[in-house]
């Protein structure tokens, strides 16, 4: 038996998908495809429906996704947010690689990718834990920009799912990984 959500999403299936996801460039679309889909599910609503491949007026920049923040009521996991770093639009960036680390390179793109007008908050989507270059640069851009890089592994996108199917909010697991960015870093 499939099990469908309330808002009719094939729920084993899309964990299925996302699970046997092949990682590095045979991988890459189908990652990104599920990956949306899942945020999707866990974070609409609240947030809005993401815009996919958005591109500056330039052409220049091209993001994954990204899902407007309408929320204002700081007594809500995205309007604290929205209230402590304008998190008006969220980039998400989907990294599926096989041999390539998830490193400082990652960072930095997502970071040029947050403009001012988007607000302080990204969000990169990662088949694996990001190493530890990626990690010190993403506290090098807090303490020079004030920029929030959250990673979301694979294991973590499941893991919300299993909140919402248990009733929780998923959102909260962001407001978790926020917190766990300040705590540790220096």
Request: hydrophobic fraction near 35%; charge should be negative; charged fraction near 25%.
């Amino acid at each position: 038996m499939t099990a469908v959500s309330g808002g009719g999403i094939d729920v084993s299936g899309i964990r299925r998908r996302l699970d046997a996801c092949p990682p590095g460039p045979s991988g890459w679309r189908e990652y990104e495809d599920v990956g949306v889909e899942v945020l999707k599910y866990l974070l609409v609503p609240p947030l809005s429906r993401p815009l996919i491949q958005a591109k500056t007026l330039s052409g220049i920049d091209r993001r994954d996704a990204i899902f407007p923040n309408r929320i204002t009521d700081s007594g809500t996991p995205w309007g604290l947010l929205y209230s402590e770093l304008n998190a008006r639009l969220i980039l998400v960036e989907f990294k599926n690689y096989d041999r390539v680390e998830i490193g400082k390179e990652e960072v930095d793109q997502t970071r040029n990718y947050m403009k001012s007008t988007m607000g302080q908050l990204a969000i990169v989507c990662c088949n694996k834990p990001p190493s530890a270059a990626a990690m010190r640069r993403r506290n090098i851009v807090f303490s020079d920009e004030r920029k929030v890089i959250l990673f979301l592994t694979t294991a973590h996108m499941l893991e919300m799912i299993d909140m919402k199917e248990r009733g929780e909010d998923p959102s909260e697991f962001i407001i978790d990984s926020y917190e766990s960015f300040l705590i540790q870093h220096e």
